[in-house]
């Protein structure tokens, strides 16, 4: 008798909450009949504290599993399918509107992608806000983290130094964009209030 091996895993599907479409659904026909809705307000405030508190615990949660090797022994397996690294030939591409002519640029549509992409709009016109800011601050994300990728792996040598370099540049412009006006944090209304996880 053939010994039966074990059932592969049904893979399961998410797509948003029946409550968060209905929520958006819900404001754009009032925006289109031009209605205020008190009770729409509330709807508001209540749902927006429940994406507030899912972006606490994602934090919490890569933050944790960032610190503690053991964590992610156990989630490495979700992490990767949650960051959703696929081969570009397995997913669609989103359309690029980039300022760069469209040519030679392809974004893979993966979770982490379609994240960033629809955080920073994706339309060429509408960027001269605290978008700009978020973007320098990823800028400046991926320049630690190859600061140390190129040490690691030419040293201190020519291919590090010129790549740092190029690298800095694109830094050097985004902030000179972004201008030294500070983010006035007395209009911050909900803040994600917890130390982060690898500063304690």
């Known amino acids: 008798m053939a010994k039966k091996g074990p059932h592969p895993q049904e893979v399961k599907r998410y797509v ?8 958006l ?5 009032l925006l289109k009949k031009d209605e205020p809705s008190t009770k729409w307000n509330k709807k508001k405030v ?19 599993t960032a610190k503690h090797t053991e964590l992610r022994e156990v989630f490495e397996k979700d992490l990767e399918d949650l960051l959703d690294i696929r081969p570009d030939s397995e997913v669609k591409g989103l359309s690029t509107h980039l300022g760069v002519m469209d040519k ?5 549509q993966t979770n982490l992608v379609r994240l960033v992409y629809a955080s920073l709009i994706p339309h060429e016109k509408e960027y ?8 320098n601050k990823m800028q ?11 040490h690691d792996k030419f040293g201190i040598s020519q291919i590090s130094a010129s790549v ?13 964009f972004v201008g030294p006006k500070e983010y006035d944090k007395t209009t911050q209304k909900r803040i994600i209030d917890f130390p982060a996880v690898n500063s304690s």
């Open 46 to 64: 209540d749902n927006m504290d429940k994406l507030f508190q899912s972006m606490a615990n994602l934090i919490y949660f890569l933050e944790m």
């Open 16 to 23: 948003p909450s029946e409550w968060l479409k209905s929520f």
């Open 140 to 150: 400046g994300i991926v320049f630690n983290k190859m600061w140390w990728i190129l």
């Open 25 to 29: 659904d819900e404001k754009l026909q």
């Open 164 to 176: 740092i370099d190029d690298m800095a540049k694109c830094v050097g412009w985004t902030s000179m």
């Open 128 to 135: 001269d806000n605290f978008r700009l800011k978020l973007l």
């Open 104 to 108: 030679g640029v392809r974004l893979t």
